[in-house]
């Protein structure tokens, strides 16, 4: 979604972010496989489903291997 954890953060903090279906307020908060993650971002809402999780950081193409996306509104 983004490319800083900053800015993740700043998502988070400025209440952009659901976990499943609650307003999410940490940005550590930690999810589970098969969480729900419902972004709003740029007038698009984004809402995703956790499947796998990676060792290490990797570049987008790796992130997105790591989620299901559930639907795109605008």
Do not use: C
Not at 18 to 39: C, F, M, Q, W, Y
Not at 49 to 74: I, K, M, P, Q
């Amino acid at each position: 979604m983004v490319k800083a954890r900053t800015s993740a953060a700043e998502l988070v903090e400025t209440g952009h972010v659901r976990v499943n279906g609650e307003r999410e307020k940490s940005p550590g908060h930690a999810v589970k496989l098969g969480d729900v993650i419902t972004v709003a971002l740029d007038r698009t809402v984004r809402v995703l489903r956790v499947t796998s999780f990676s060792e290490r950081r990797g570049d987008a193409a790796s992130a997105r291997e790591l989620y299901e996306e559930l639907g795109t509104r605008n």
